[in-house]
Nanobody, 124 residues
Framework: QVQLVESGGDSVQAGDSLTLSCAFSGRSFISYAMGWFRQAPGKGREFVAGINYNSGTRLYGDSVKGRFHISRDNAKNTVRLQMNDLKTDDTGAYYC?????????????????WGQGTQVTVSS
């Protein structure tokens, strides 16, 4: 069974930067694409970023392109989301997800495992 544990959520000001981390355990990390989703209060879960097993493919949601950067360390079984120039609309619970696939997909219903989430609050 895969376990995902997020960390790094915080309350910050607009324009600040923040890095989220996700620790993966339970299976072979390199077999999984990894992703980040977020959910704001009263809204559905939104794809933020995804990365394939060898970091050859990185996808980003339109609202974060150019500001967020996803990376993974296959030696440490971790995935990170570097978030720059944060905006109030970036506020929400951020979830790490794992997909047993060589490809990255953006639909949340396709992902196999989820973390518990970490809260990011951006104030103006």
């Amino acid at each position: 069974q895969v376990q995902l544990v997020e960390s790094g959520g915080d309350s910050v000001q607009a324009g600040d930067s923040l890095t989220l981390s996700c620790a993966f355990s339970g299976r072979s990390f390199i077999s999984y694409a990894m992703g980040w989703f977020r959910q704001a209060p009263g809204k559905g879960r939104e794809f933020v970023a995804g990365i394939n097993y060898n970091s050859g493919t990185r996808l980003y949601g339109d609202s974060v392109k150019g500001r967020f950067h996803i990376s993974r360390d296959n030696a440490k079984n971790t995935v990170r989301l570097q978030m720059n120039d944060l905006k109030t609309d970036d506020t929400g619970a951020y979830y790490c997800a794992a997909l047993l696939s060589v490809a990255v997909v953006t639909g949340d219903q396709d992902w196999d495992y989820w973390g518990q989430g970490t809260q990011v609050t951006v104030s103006s």
